[in-house]
Nanobody, 120 residues
Framework: QVQLVESGGGLVQPGESLRLSCAAS???????????MGWYRQAPGKERELVAR???????NYAGSVKGRFTMSRDNVEKTVYLQMNSLEPEDTAVYYC???????????WGQGTQVTVFS
């Protein structure tokens, strides 16, 4: 059973940075390295949205709201994905999750997420 554990969230002011991590377990490094992985977020009262995605070949795509500020990366040996978040804005406040991405769908049960709060 695949488990996803997110970490690295916190309480920051606008303009500051955070680096999120998501460690996967219950799957081999080979299998992980062939997954498309994504970072999602869910703000209060809103639906969960995909904000960043990375392919097995390290090609990344970002939602327009975070493009130029967020950078996703992966370490296949550690079976971990990262989200470097710079120039944070109050609108980035949300619980952040990672998951495998298959087309328009996510692949595994959600982890507990990590809370990011950006306050003025």
């Amino acid at each position: 059973q695949v488990q996803l554990v997110e970490s690295g969230g916190g309480l920051v002011q606008p303009g500051e940075s955070l680096r999120l991590s998501c460690a996967a377990s219950g799957l081999s490094t080979v299998f992980f390295s062939n997954l498309n992985m994504g970072w999602y977020r869910q703000a209060p009262g809103k639906e969960r949205e995909l904000v960043a995605r990375i392919t097995p070949g390290d090609t990344t795509n970002y939602a327009g709201s975070v493009k130029g500020r967020f950078t996703m990366s992966r370490d296949n040996v550690e079976k971990t994905v990262y989200l470097q978040m710079n120039s944070l804005e109050p609108e980035d406040t949300a619980v952040y999750y990672c998951n495998g991405v298959n087309g328009a769908s996510f692949m595994y049960s959600w982890g507990q997420g990590t809370q990011v709060t950006v306050f003025s």
